[in-house]
């Protein structure tokens, strides 16, 4: 519940969501850096620069709190990646809008992926993209 309340602006929390915040603030001296960290980070995503990413990453691995040490030893994995999501503006709206397009919210995908219920958003995309390029047969239902 905790970790569910770090990325939360204020004004969003429920009465009791804002108590927990206050009692976690009071009682966990780090949570109140990871929640500020978590906010600043969320913003740096939005509307952020490369040097702000790169200072921001300097201040979360400097708390000494595992957590966050370990997010910026990801972070820094694909560093390039990670900045050009800080460069570039971005949205998986048009992703999510072809995949409904090109499947209608159906898999019609070859029977060899019968795992469709299961995890239909890759079925989906992957029909796509073989209806694109023309690399998979279709079956009709």
């Not at 030893?73 to 397009?101: H, M």
């Not at 159906?106 to 073989?130: E, F, G, K, L």
């Amino acid at each position: 519940m905790a970790a569910a309340l770090l990325g939360q602006p204020r004004p969003l929390l429920s009465a009791r969501q804002a108590e927990t915040v206050d009692a976690l603030n009071a009682h966990c001296p780090g949570f109140t850096t990871m929640r500020r960290l978590t906010s600043s980070f969320r913003s740096l995503l939005r509307v952020g620069k490369v040097a702000t990413l790169h200072r921001w990453m300097v201040r979360a691995a400097a708390t000494n709190i595992s957590a966050l040490e370990r997010f910026v030893r990801t972070l820094r994995q694909d560093l390039g990646a990670v900045e050009g999501a800080v460069r570039e503006r971005w949205s998986n709206g048009p992703v999510e809008g072809q995949i409904n397009k090109c499947c209608g919210g159906r898999c019609t995908a070859a029977p060899a992926s019968n795992s469709c219920a299961r995890d239909s958003y890759r079925c989906h995309a992957r029909v796509c993209a073989d209806r694109r390029y023309g690399t998979a047969p279709l079956v009709r239902r």
